[in-house]
Nanobody
Framework: VQLVESGGGSVQAGGSLALSCVAA????????ISWFRQAPGKEREGVAA????????YYADSVKGRFTISKDNADDTFYLQMDSLKPEDTAVYYC???????????????????WGQGTQVTVS
């Protein structure tokens, strides 16, 4: 499984950014895709997840109503639309793939065993 993120950058508070994650070689054991973020000095936290089959979505309370996770209908490209950005959203954002069936929550880091390289998002 290979995951490549893009779309990060700098934006003013209140603005929007859209991140993309191109996934290759997904299997039945990697049908839950999520976005995590890690700010300097902080733990990596899950912000949104999507199940590739049912397209069920899950969000952290901190981003609910502002971020939207989605999947392209044609291929395994996943998106994170981020609106009403705040300075506290500044972090490196990672795409991750893991199994739909897991004892761990969908926004739990322990669920995911494949990670992208990350893309920086800065909100000022």
């Amino acid at each position: 499984v290979q995951l490549v993120e893009s779309g990060g950058g700098s934006v003013q508070a209140g603005g929007s950014l859209a991140l993309s994650c191109v996934a290759a070689k997904l299997t039945y054991s990697t049908n839950c895709i999520s976005w995590f973020r890690q700010a300097p000095g902080k733990e990596r936290e899950g912000v949104a997840a999507i199940e590739t089959g049912a397209r069920s979505t899950y969000y952290a309370d901190s981003v609910k109503g502002r971020f939207t996770i989605s999947k392209d209908n044609a291929d395994d490209t996943f998106y994170l639309q981020m609106d009403s950005l705040k300075p506290e959203d500044t972090a490196v954002y990672y795409c991750a793939a893991g199994p739909m069936n897991s004892p761990y929550g969908r926004l739990s880091r322990s669920r995911y065993n494949y990670w992208g390289q990350g893309t920086q998002v800065t909100v000022s």
